[in-house]
């Protein structure tokens, strides 16, 4: 997860060579020399380190997951380093622990979705070349091998391989079909499209593959009938459709799990909400097995056998959600016992069986998140012991060892590590302290050949792999897989971040803490931790939202779930709003938006849902505003939007699909504004909700037009299409970004003609148009605008200069671009575009400084790069945010990893002697060979620098030619 930002942030990254001759170069060279000599030193801007907040130099991960037994391999993936995240292998010994195959010499294939399949392992990963396609081994490097390239030259992931009987069954979007249902024999002929169940390229989202009695169970959608339960003998004529919910909502089936010859899942027939479904794969055979909840869903979800009982949680509407069991009958089906009593849930997850008996993790609202243990009766069913008599061990990764059940605890003293229970308060004992005085965080256990293996941090290797015989003694790390050492980042502004008038709230890591909530003024004394939220681990902050001089968010304390939180920087004034009792994972606010000295968001509990809130940041007045989908089910609101003092929002009230929908903050006036697509159960699925000058601009489908343009006042009447932009068989206009400038609101969309362009409207007919066609041969796709004086800046691209900087004010004559960055038809591939103190700032790549920071005025010449921050190496400036005209930023540098930088003037650098270096007055000046008038503080040496860098480039047998995206 804290890698997600090189992926968004980094199109290309690898530098290939050809030949430049030197006696063309030289007399140029020598110019370029005198020049850079006796070119004065201009004050401008640089860039300088707020803060190192994880100063920690720390062991290189290897690590291990994934783990799969393939024909008496265990395989898993791990990066060396050296060669990327890969698959490995291991026969349990240091020297046959190994890398099979460097499938990816560009980077990392990140092997995934594991399976065996007749004594071979398939697997899915990216070489580079072909995106991620289906990949086999027999655990050599000549036996791993690509299966098949889907989708030729496109990125589409394969995901849900299923193994049954000869065929091995998967999901994939060949680029043709849509996303539908494969199966493959094992070779590129024998793999081939089951059914194209939405004829064309719509596709029917096929999801949740379970095998069972040699038919494969799924969902899909073939656009008339909604979501619903498919089943398949790997045939097109044995791939049917059963309709549980006749129309077209969809029944929305999961959880899929086989059981005594029958498929248990749960489903919606819109009368009795999602509650407990059977099938033999007939159609006479497919009913609702138990009405567990005749007030509503009882949400049953994971499924589990032990000693002939089928174990699951669900709810029957008045104990919240809880254990249950059944031996098949729906007489037999019951509560175990109510755990937690009372209307809140005892969050059980884990279950294990270990030797005939039920083990998994649950909370009775007293001793917080402990071990239990099940026989499947109500006084047998029992907390095994406290492990953390302060509030709850936070327990996870059960898994059944040498008649016994290992997992991962924490008893408040040793931090997370491995333990080890025969289901005895004596026999529950910490198996090894990992991890002295911090933790070891163990996680994937898995069972293989008479030994756990799992992986695990010491505090002096870093996360590499380990395993166990299951003694203390027997606990050892397997193999250092990467030994090297890394400069530790803070992730800092990782996902969300929020700025107020004088301070920006953020995420990041100090290397003790977690992931938590942090605050910066822009200096280093003003940049600290604000609260170490989860004492247990990663307190996942986000969905900041300012509200005058504090913020609310959402995270995870470790004991209560996520919840609504609130911020004022300081530790006493940073504490939970509400604790909204929920059937998993907390209340899980989301969609946050404050009006008025309301925050208004979605949350989940336990008897409505999925629903919209609001708070008046008291506990007292925090509080459903309205159950728009009445009882457990949910309405899901996403989008809120402020308008005026009104709030709009999508949702659906369980009839009418997702519609859009106003409220004013009370029952009464929260109302579906029109049913835009009036078949029933559809939707119209609005989205882009955007306040233009108080009149809502949004994206729906009417069922008619497709996804198109939409104003709304409030009003049913009001609310109408603004423009039908794509006539042509009612595709839609494929608008997905919007951009308010001066009144006006710029966006991307295609007629249907000249492809995806650049358009803007005033909220009127007549004035929603197209601006520009930037490239006449097949769509300039716009995208990550930003307003910046008088121009809206965007990247866009043409098959002459690739992805670019591109500058608009409104007319076909003033829509251009700025700037070539990368010559030629390479991307410089502009990103995070951000206004700060009437400058754009953005991140994009060019061949001699690599991913830097940037900085236009709108002009060619004044679009430079503010400074080369990571020489030789990208710093791929992340997470751009404006604090009051000073741009803060996440990025990389040779010796912080990825930490909290600032824009600042020369003259009022807060480390004039070497603004840019982090490692203070010794260490070597910063060259800056690519700021705007060599404003990094190295003068003429700095020049001198550039020019033999430069030369370097011009001068050597080596150009950058291309990329690999």
């Known amino acids: 997860m804290r890698n997600l930002w090189v992926k968004n942030r980094i199109t290309f990254k690898n530098i290939c060579r050809t030949s430049t001759s030197f006696q063309k170069l030289s007399h140029i060279s020598i110019i370029i020399l005198v020049l850079l000599i006796v070119q004065p030193t201009a004050m401008a801007e640089t860039i300088e380190l707020v803060k190192d907040i994880n100063a920690v130099s720390a062991p290189q991960n290897g690590g291990a997951s994934h783990y799969v037994e393939s ?13 990327g995240t890969e698959l490995w292998k291991t026969d349990g010994t240091a020297n046959g622990t190994q890398m099979v195959k460097d499938i990816n010499p560009f980077g990392s294939s990140n092997p995934d979705r594991m399976v065996d399949f007749n004594g071979t392992l398939y697997f899915t990963a990216d070489d580079g070349v072909h995106g991620y396609e289906l990949w086999k081994s027999d655990g050599s490097a000549a036996g791993t091998q690509l299966v098949i390239e889907v989708n030729v030259g496109a990125y589409f992931e394969i995901h849900s391989l299923t193994v049954l009987g000869d065929m091995l069954y998967f999901v994939v979007d060949d680029g043709t079909h849509g996303r539908e249902l494969w199966k493959s024999d094992g070779t590129e002929q024998g793999t081939s499209l089951v059914k194209d169940i939405i004829l064309g390229r719509a596709g029917s989202s096929v ?32 791939t049917v459709m059963l309709d549980l919910n006749p129309g077209s909502g969809g029944s929305n089936p999961g959880e899929f799990f086989f059981y005594n010859g029958l498929m248990y899942f749960q489903a919606d027939d819109a009368v009795h909400g999602k509650e407990l479904w059977a099938s033999d794969g007939t159609v006479a055979g497919t009913q609702m097995f138990a009405d567990l909840n005749p007030t509503g869903g009882s949400l049953p979800r994971y499924f589990i056998a032990v000693d002939n009982l089928m174990y699951f949680t669900a709810s029957d509407g008045v104990h919240s959600t ?79 060892f040498n008649n016994a059940v290992y997992l991962v605890a924490d008893d408040g003293v040793h931090g997370k590590e491995i333990w080890v229970s025969d289901g005895t308060l004596e026999g529950t004992v910490l198996l090894k302290d990992i991890n002295p005085g911090v933790e070891a965080v163990p996680s994937g256990l898995f069972v293989w050949n008479e030994r756990l293996f799992f992986a695990a941090d010491d505090g002096t290797h870093g996360r590499e792999l380990w395993i166990s015989d299951g003694t203390m003694q027997g606990t050892q790390m397997l193999k250092d897989i990467n030994p090297a050492m890394q400069t530790e980042s803070s992730y800092v502004l990782f996902g969300d971040r929020v700025a107020l008038t004088d301070k920006v709230f953020m995420t990041a890591m100090d290397g003790i803490h977690g992931e938590e909530l942090w605050v910066s003024d822009g200096t280093e004394q003003g940049t600290r931790l604000v609260k170490d939220i989860n004492l247990f681990g990663d307190s996942i902050v986000m969905e900041m939202t300012a509200a005058g001089d504090k913020i609310y968010f ?22 939970i709003v509400k604790i909204i009792e929920a059937p998993q994972f907390g209340g899980y606010p989301t969609y946050m938006v404050y009006l008025n000295g309301t925050l208004y968001f979605a949350a989940e509990d336990t008897v409505s849902g999925w629903e919209l809130w609001k708070s008046d940041g008291t506990q007292a007045g925090t509080e459903l505003v309205k159950d728009i989908n009445p009882g457990p089910d949910l309405s899901l609101p996403r989008e809120l939007t402020a308008v005026g003092d009104k709030i709009f929002f999508t949702a659906s009230d369980g009839e009418s699909g997702e519609e859009l929908w106003i409220s004013d903050g009370t029952q009464a006036g929260t109302q579906r ?71 006006q609101l710029f966006f991307n969309a295609d007629d249907g003609t000249h492809g995806n362009e650049l358009w803007k409207t005033d909220g009127t007919l007549a004035g929603t148009v197209m601006v520009k066609d930037i490239d006449p041969l097949g769509g300039s796709s716009p995208m990550y605008f930003a307003s910046v004086g008088e121009n809206v800046f965007f990247a866009a691209r043409d098959l002459e200069h690739g992805w670019e900087l591109w500058k608009s004010d409104g007319t076909e004559q003033g829509t251009m671009m700025v700037k070539d960055i990368y010559p030629g038809d390479q991307d410089s591939s502009p990103m995070e575009l951000t206004e700060a103190g009437g ?68 003259n009022q650098s807060e480390n004039p002697s070497d603004p840019g270096n982090p490692s203070g007055p010794d260490s070597p000046p910063n060259t800056n060979p690519g700021s705007s008038g060599g404003g990094g503080g190295g003068g003429a040496f700095g020049l001198l620098v550039l020019y033999f860098v430069l030369a370097r480039v011009i001068i050597r047998p080596g150009r950058v030619v291309s990329y690999r995206c």
């Open 71 to 83: 024909n008496g391999i265990l395989y898993f993936r791990s990066n060396d380093g050296e060669h």
């Open 322 to 400: 809880e254990l249950w069991r059944s031996d098949g009958s729906p007489a037999g089906t019951m509560m175990v016992k109510d755990i937690r009593e009372g209307n809140s849930s005892s969050l059980i997850n884990y279950m294990t069986d270990v030797n005939g008996r039920l083990y998994f993790r649950a909370n009775d609202g007293v001793a917080g998140e402990e071990l239990w243990s099940s026989d499947g009766t109500t006084a047998g069913t029992v907390m095994v012991t406290n492990i953390n008599p302060n509030g709850g061990s936070g327990i996870g990764s059960l898994t059944s």
């Open 839 to 906: 400058v754009l700032y953005f991140g994009a790549k060019e061949p001699t400084t690599g991913f830097e920071l940037w900085k236009s005025d709108g002009t060619e010449e004044g679009t430079v790069v503010v400074e080369d921050l990571y020489l030789g190496a990208d710093s791929n400036p992340a997470f751009l945010i404006n604090m009051n005209g000073t741009l803060l930023f996440a990025a990389d540098s040779s010796n912080t990893g990825m930490e909290l930088w600032k824009v600042v003037p020369d």
């Open 554 to 575: 959402t995270a995870e304390d470790g004991i209560n779930g996520l919840q609504l939180w609130v911020s004022d920087g300081s530790d006493q004034g940073t504490h």
């Open 673 to 743: 504004v029109k049913d835009i697509n009036s078949e029933p159960g559809a939707g119209s699925n609005p989205m882009l909700l955007t306040n233009l000058d108080g009149v809502l601009i949004f994206v729906a489908n009417d069922g008619i037009h497709g996804s198109e343009l939409w104003r709304s006042d409030g009003t049913e009447n009001g609310t109408l299409l603004l423009k039908h932009i794509n006539t042509s068989l009612n595709p839609g206009s494929s608008i997905w970004e919007f951009a308010l400038h001066h009144n």
């Open 207 to 238: 999801k949740y593959l379970a095998a069972g009695d040699g038919r494969l169970f799924f969902s899909a959608n073939n656009n008339s009938s909604g979501d619903e339960l498919w089943i398949s003998d790997g045939t097109e004529q044995g």
